[in-house]
């Protein structure tokens, strides 16, 4: 990973390595600062982040699976949805097929704070993104989507290894 890389390819693996790795110290400073404008601990912002992604694809999230994600006892996670809860980032939305069943998504207030934040960045982003083709676009996601897969798979390893309870979703 830190060695001289002799051929093309290994000078651009090298470089998209890198790219990668500024790319995400720098994703983790933005959210720090967001965090720390409004508050919000790393557990904070890591289950903002997973309510926003489930409600992307609409499949709200519950707050088991939300324990699941960031390996959370049920204890932590109900700590964690009460602070964001009373803090108005999100809220506790009942399933209307099976009132036991419990749904968290965004509140209004806590999408406006995030969208007030995070909008020039978004802009920025698509910005980027005009230039590049649909066909470069796909690729890119391509390359991205097996990137997470990896490293969610590391990440799930390093868990075991320190002997954490797996709290793994299921596939």
Known sequence: MYRRRETRRGRLI???????RRYSVDAQHIGHAFAGLHGL???????LIAVMDAELVGD?????????????SSGAVT???????????????RDTADRRK??????????????E??????????EVM???????LEIVHR?????????RQHRDEVRAARGEPTRRPPA
């Open 14 to 20: 090298a470089d998209i390595t890198n790219d990668l």
């Open 102 to 115: 419990v749904f968290l998504r965004y509140a209004d207030a806590g999408a406006e704070l995030a969208m």
């Open 60 to 72: 709200p999230i519950t707050p088991g699976r939300l324990g699941e994600l960031l390996n959370l």
């Open 79 to 93: 700590a964690l949805v009460d602070r964001l809860e009373r803090a108005g980032h999100i809220r506790r939305d």
């Open 130 to 136: 005009a230039g590049f083709d649909d066909g470069e």
């Open 117 to 126: 934040f995070f909008g020039p960045l978004g802009r920025r982003t698509d």
């Open 143 to 151: 390359f991205m989507a097996a990137m997470v897969t990896s490293m």
């Open 41 to 47: 601990g790393a557990s904070d912002l890591h289950a």
